[in-house]
């Protein structure tokens, strides 16, 4: 018999993180990271990181990464091309890192059970400001790489996540986690990494309405 096998959708971000360290001491194996990037940049949207950086993160962790580049025209098709994939692979359920975005839930849940896979969403509905501070309190170290020009501070860019930073986000009215899009993070050590990951600032260049780090290992 085929023993049963789940997968982490992951962007290297701290809800990521968080997510497979909740599943981790739940005595929830993850087999597989699966990560969708963006194919003309080879980064993650919105965090900015190199897919080549994820996959250094998925070393660390010990963790096969499945890698899949997109578009935005072709991402639905290639996100559930990766749903059977995982069938294929004997994967029965994936997680994500949502947190209060139910459209954002709802538009992955109904893919991914139509697909005929278990749907976990181990830090769903529960309090941001609770959440990134047990990502910190837990000894992940996480690096801001993107920040929305509108509401954070350009100082926060390229910072350490710390309970600081977390207490300047509550004194400036934006989420505790960022879940709207205020800022995005990379991890690059703790305790589910087998190394940690030798973090250093590059360029920093502005997109519309954000300003974005280069992360350089």
């Known amino acids: 018999m085929v023993a049963e096998q789940s997968a982490l959708s992951f962007s290297g971000g701290k809800d990521s993180i968080l ?7 739940a005595g929830k194996q993850i087999n597989y990271l699966i990560t969708m990037y963006d194919a003309a940049t080879e980064r993650v949207r919105f965090h900015g990181v190199p897919i080549t950086h994820i996959q250094a ?3 660390a ?11 935005p025209e072709n991402f639905e098709s290639v996100f559930l091309q990766s749903l059977q994939d995982l069938r294929q692979l004997n994967v029965t359920g994936i997680a994500f890192g949502n947190i209060h975005l139910a459209d954002v839930r709802t538009w992955y849940e109904e893919r991914t059970t139509e ?3 278990t ?4 830090l769903w509905n529960e309090d941001p400001a609770k ?5 910190i309190a837990r000894g992940y170290r996480a690096t801001l790489t993107c920040i929305e020009v509108a509401r954070a501070k350009a100082a926060w860019l390229g910072a350490t996540l710390t309970e600081q930073l977390v207490d300047e986000f509550e004194q400036g009215g934006i989420d505790p986690c960022g879940e709207r899009g205020e800022y995005h993070t990379f991890v690059s050590a703790g ?7 030798p973090v250093r600032l590059g360029n920093k260049k502005t997109m519309t309405g954000f300003q974005l780090v280069d992360i350089l290992l």
């Open 119 to 122: 749907h976990l969403e181990p």
């Open 57 to 59: 993160q998925a070393d």
């Open 115 to 117: 697909a005929r896979l």
């Open 19 to 25: 997510a497979l360290d909740r599943l981790t001491r």
């Open 61 to 71: 962790l010990g963790i096969p990464l499945l890698r899949y580049p997109t578009t």
């Open 191 to 197: 305790p589910l990494f087998a190394h940690p990951l």
């Open 131 to 135: 959440l990134v501070r047990e990502c």
